[in-house]
């Protein structure tokens, strides 16, 4: 009696399998995700920060993000646009900012609109934190000051943004 049960219990099992083998082989879904394009080379700009911020924080960085003509005026330190920090998440690059300040570079122009963004993404190095609290920590100071730079890069201009 005993050899019947394992004969069913391993008849199952091999059912099973079988059943997961054709569902993974023949039932594929289709890919529904749609990709985001640039439609001109992108750049990252590094923003000098303060020698004692770049001696405190030596393996993080600043970036603004730049493509076709807005390029050149980043590079001049010239920042006409609103204002947008990109933080990645856990082991995330800041070169993820990409795909999303492309979309929104492209249809400020395209649908007319009369202003932009300008992106700024902080570079943490794709550290693993999310459960490593003492790096989380410094993490946040460097996108405190971070936050406290970008905003006096604005600073003066009309109608920039406050704390």
């Known amino acids: 009696m005993a050899f019947e049960v394992k004969l069913v219990i391993a008849g199952l099992l091999a059912t099973l399998l079988a059943m997961g083998g054709v569902e993974h082989l023949f039932n594929v879904e289709e890919n529904r995700c749609e990709m985001t394009y640039m439609y001109q080379r992108p750049y990252f700009i590094p ?56 979309v929104a570079f492209r249809k400020s122009f395209e649908d007319g609109i009369n202003f932009h963004f300008d992106f700024f993404a902080v570079d943490l190095n794709e550290e693993l934190a999310a459960l490593h609290g003492p790096v989380l920590e410094t993490q946040t100071e460097f996108v405190a000051i971070a936050v406290k730079h970008i905003l006096g890069l604005y600073a003066g201009m009309r109608g920039s943004p406050r704390v």
Do not use: C, M, W
């Open 47 to 102: 923003i000098q920060l303060q020698a004692e911020v770049a001696q405190r924080f030596p393996l993080y960085g600043l970036y603004v993000y730049g493509e076709g003509d807005l390029t050149e005026s980043l590079e001049n330190k010239v920042y006409t646009g609103i204002p947008v920090l990109f933080v990645p998440g856990n082991g995330g690059s800041h070169k993820q900012v990409r795909s999303l300040a492309s």
